[in-house]
């Protein structure tokens, strides 16, 4: 009973972790604003195989996120006009998911403690306090990462102890690694793999493996991934295996894609940010294990989960943060295990190297904390020009959480790592939930669709838009919305001067005029938006135009 106590708080708390901002934070751009415009395409459209941004496709990515943001956005009795915070529910959904999965895991490997404090760390990194909020795929991949990683770290310690397998165990990790498939493709099958190599390399032992019954499994995988795959492909002609696996994935691995080519060392260095505020905690455990490594098969599974994964990314020349993101569990159950050590055995000396790169991850900490305390409080002052008092707060909150992160003994009690856990979920709160809304000049899409509410001619109206082409913008105005240039929108307003409004900088409104005044047209300005195009760093004046009576 107590039991499950600690699971039903621990998937309350990672939800209270990521609701403060779910509603109040405008689409992102560009990732999370073509996910949700695409789901809210098959809303409108009722095709529920096809994946598109507006008339393109988008082949990116599988079908499971899109058909789960659907079905959110059925429940709500929404619809199409959904708002953000729907589609948002089904990664705070994830995050929750992938914190019970990792109690669940550690409680089996090292007991209830150490299974609370890996759900605690794992509900409160900036990582997950991030893509619970972004209705991208990573949040519910973590989750079935999780659950397989999970299931498989409990086959192999009672393949390794000569103890029965629970027979549920094959058929979660099989069932979590076709749900992976179909969201974000063969990520979750690589961990397991990479996991499996890095054991077998170490042990030269692979007879338990047998447990995991390989052939049913893959059978099973088969029967949840392949009839959408067969489905899209045949109605595709082949197209979304050759963008999905051709140029996305492989793309991604045999250069720089999407701008974000890096060189090696890109995650280590980024790491206490996303691991903020428990990746110090986690590197001294981490290094504990790895002094124990050959004593103790649990460590061995820990840290073959974290190593080769994160190895493996660092190596890809593509980068961006949440790649690494279902590596990170790992290191949040060894967080948990020091806490079953007697403290003289939990605080031993490390080596010189591990000192050093402990002080390291401490100087990371610091860097990290006072960061985001100079963001909570600068951002509103650079941007709106104007102090916020809720910037107070927040930046105590920061710095409450950097103090409580920081112990020079590796062993952190549970009660510590408790109110680290709760200072970060205050911060975040403040910061996603009441500081980044306020910042209202990069908010500019929210701010283009209320203009155009106001100014809308016609329930017919479709806005054309030059230079400013986010996603964002598609989703919040309509998926009609025209992305072009001054001439695209000199034509849209020609085509329909009733009904029609154009979108452009102030600094061409001349050359618009220019254009029309060959059909002896002209253009008034309706309205006018001021603002930072953070995904470009742009800083625009932009006009709402009608074509004058």
Same mark, same amino acid.
């Given at each position: 009973m107590a039991l499950n106590r600690n699971y039903i708080l621990l998937f309350l708390f990672s939800l209270?972790?990521?609701?403060?901002?779910?509603?109040?934070?405008?689409?992102?751009?560009?990732?999370?604003?073509?996910?949700?415009?695409?789901?809210?395409?098959?809303?409108?459209?009722?095709?529920?195989?096809?994946?598109?941004?507006?008339?393109a496709s988008r082949y990116q990515k599988p079908i499971g996120i899109y058909w789960l943001q659907s079905a959110a956005v059925t429940l709500s009795g929404k619809g199409a006009e959904a708002p953000i915070w729907v589609y948002r529910t089904i990664s705070a959904l994830g995050i929750a998911i992938a914190v019970l999965a990792i109690a669940w895991t550690g409680t089996?490997?090292? #007991?209830?403690?150490?299974g609370i404090a890996a759900g605690l760390v794992m509900a409160a990194i900036f990582a997950t306090a991030f893509e619970g909020r972004d209705a991208k795929t990573d949040a519910m991949l973590l989750a079935c990462c999780v659950a397989?990683?999970?299931?498989?770290?409990?086959?192999?310690?009672a393949s390794r102890r000569n103890e029965p397998v629970a027979g549920h165990l094959w058929w979660i990790f099989w069932i979590a690694q076709g749900a992976a498939i179909l969201i974000k493709g063969p990520i979750a099958p690589l961990l397991s793999?990479?996991?499996?190599?890095?054991?077998?390399?170490?042990?030269?032992?692979?007879?338990?493996?047998?447990?995991?019954?390989? #052939?049913?499994?893959?059978?099973?995988?088969?029967?949840?991934?392949?009839?959408?795959?067969?489905?899209?492909?045949?109605?595709?002609?082949?197209a979304f295996l050759q963008q999905a696996v051709g140029k996305d994935m492989?793309?991604?691995?045999?250069?720089?894609?999407?701008s974000h080519g890096l060189p090696p060392g890109f995650y280590m260095l980024t790491y206490s940010l996303f691991m903020w505020p428990f990746g110090l905690i986690a590197v001294g455990a981490g290094l504990q294990a790895l002094n124990r490594l050959r004593d103790d098969v649990r460590l061995r599974f820990c840290l073959?989960?974290?190593i080769p994964f994160w190895l493996v990314f660092e190596l890809i020349p593509t980068k961006l943060p949440h790649y690494v993101l279902p590596a990170y569990p790992g290191m949040a159950l060894l967080i948990g295990w020091l806490l079953t050590l007697q403290p003289e055995d939990a605080n031993a000396?490390?080596?010189?190297?591990?000192?050093?790169?402990?002080?390291s991850t401490a100087f990371g900490l610091a860097v990290v904390s006072l960061g985001l305390a100079a963001v909570c409080i600068g951002a509103p002052i650079y941007l709106t020009h104007s102090f916020s008092w809720w910037s107070i707060p927040a930046a105590a909150a920061a710095l409450g959480t950097g103090y409580f992160a920081f112990s020079r003994q590796l062993q952190v009690p549970l009660a510590r790592i408790g109110a680290t856990a709760a200072c970060a979920g205050i911060t975040y709160a403040l910061l996603f939930g009441v500081i980044a809304p306020s910042l209202?000049?990069?908010?500019?899409?929210?701010?283009?669709?209320?203009?155009?509410?106001a100014n809308k001619p016609c329930d017919t109206t479709v806005l054309a838009s030059a230079r400013y082409q986010e996603p964002s913008l598609v989703f919040l105005v309509g998926t009609k919305t025209v992305l072009t240039d001054v001439g695209g929108v000199a034509q849209h307003l020609l085509a329909d001067p009733a009904c029609a409004l154009g979108l452009a900088p102030i600094e061409d409104e001349q050359k618009l005029n220019g254009m029309l005044s060959v059909q002896g047209k002209s253009v008034n300005r309706v309205a006018e938006i001021d603002g930072l195009n953070y995904s470009s760093g742009d800083k625009l004046s932009l006009g709402l135009y009608r074509v004058a009576p």
């Open positions: 209270v972790m990521t609701l403060s901002g779910l509603a109040s934070l405008p689409p992102i751009d560009r990732d999370e604003s073509r996910f949700v415009q695409a789901t809210k395409q098959m809303a409108e459209s009722g095709d529920y195989v096809d994946i598109r941004f507006q008339e089996n490997l090292f #007991g209830a403690n150490a397989a990683q999970g299931a498989l770290a409990q086959i192999y310690l793999a990479l996991t499996i190599a890095a054991l077998f390399a170490f042990e030269r032992d692979g007879r338990w493996l047998s447990k995991l019954k390989i #052939g049913r499994g893959l059978l099973l995988v088969v029967v949840i991934a392949l009839p959408w795959l067969a489905a899209i492909t045949w109605k595709s002609h082949g492989l793309g991604k691995v045999a250069s720089g894609e999407e073959a989960w974290y000396p490390l080596k010189r190297w591990q000192q050093w790169l402990w002080w209202k000049p990069i908010w500019l899409s929210p701010a283009i669709k209320q203009a155009v509410l």
